[in-house]
């Protein structure tokens, strides 16, 4: 079954996720679950754009390591997983953004993804040292990689 | 009202992450984005059941460790500000099975997401051991958290 999932979607950069939680899932609650990945890591942007970038709430260092952390986990959870066949559409209860042309171009959002982990992770470092210039440079590279994503493959 | 809020709450705990988080969201998407929380560390407590209780996976000790980083790094990001004046309801479109006898008792909650998130934390430890039979016996205690929660709080 991993070597169909794997072939069908074009992915190796997504295989190891696919082979251990695709089927365990319905399309249905892969179109939630991912939904709910995205959902937790605005709130937690939400919270970091609030403090260095708005400036609307005082900087707290460990709020901010905390918020960064979530994001990276999620962001490098195998969320490709959460795509497979079958979610290219609204299913039962579940209403999807996500473009069918994503899943005609798995390798290109596997990068996409990739390099929203990387920006993640540097998100991570940066709020490790408490210094909110830092965060607010990594910030910015992670609102870059997600808006790449959602302009190519996120409908309006 | 920062004061204000910790007052009403009556909480200590959860003052950090209330104070820069709550009043940006809304009741409504203060249960929408606790339940996507909920919902992402599922489907990540999921993917470590399938691999050390059920078997029914070959145990991957990277996904293993990335599946423990998101349910520790959701569960240690101040979801005690999701839970804020006016989510004691339905609101909107949410449906919260939250029991109203949570909202009198914070410091509880409080507490029991403390040992959530010290059970997450050493789930991840055990992860990075690479050893199956360790990261059994810690998600174990994290699915005891978890349950204590659910049993005093959740309505069915």
């Given at each position: 079954?991993?070597?169909v999932i794997t072939t069908l979607l074009?992915?190796?950069?997504?295989?190891?996720?696919?082979s251990a939680a695709a089927a365990q899932l319905s399309p249905e609650d892969q179109i939630e679950t991912r939904k709910a990945g995205f959902t937790y890591m605005a709130w937690n942007m939400g919270k970091i754009k609030a403090q260095v970038i708005d400036?609307?709430?005082?900087?707290?260092?460990?709020?901010?390591?905390?918020?960064?952390?979530?994001?990276a986990a999620i962001a490098?959870?195998?969320?490709?997983?959460?795509?497979g066949p079958g979610t290219d559409q609204d299913v039962g209860k579940q209403v999807t953004r996500a473009d069918p042309?994503?899943?005609?171009?798995?390798?290109?959002?596997?990068e996409l993804a990739g390099n929203l982990g990387t920006a993640s992770d540097n998100l991570v470092a940066a709020a490790a040292t408490g210094d909110a210039s830092a965060v607010r440079v990594a910030f910015g590279?992670?609102?870059?990689?997600?808006?790449?994503?959602?302009?190519?493959?996120r409908l309006d």
């Open positions: 079954m991993k070597s074009g992915g190796t950069l997504l295989a190891v996720s696919l400036e609307s709430v005082e900087y707290n260092p460990e709020q901010v390591s905390a918020a960064a952390n979530a994001i490098n959870s195998g969320m490709g997983a959460l795509f042309a994503l899943f005609a171009n798995m390798n290109d959002m596997a590279e992670v609102g870059k990689s997600c808006k790449a994503c959602h302009d190519k493959y």
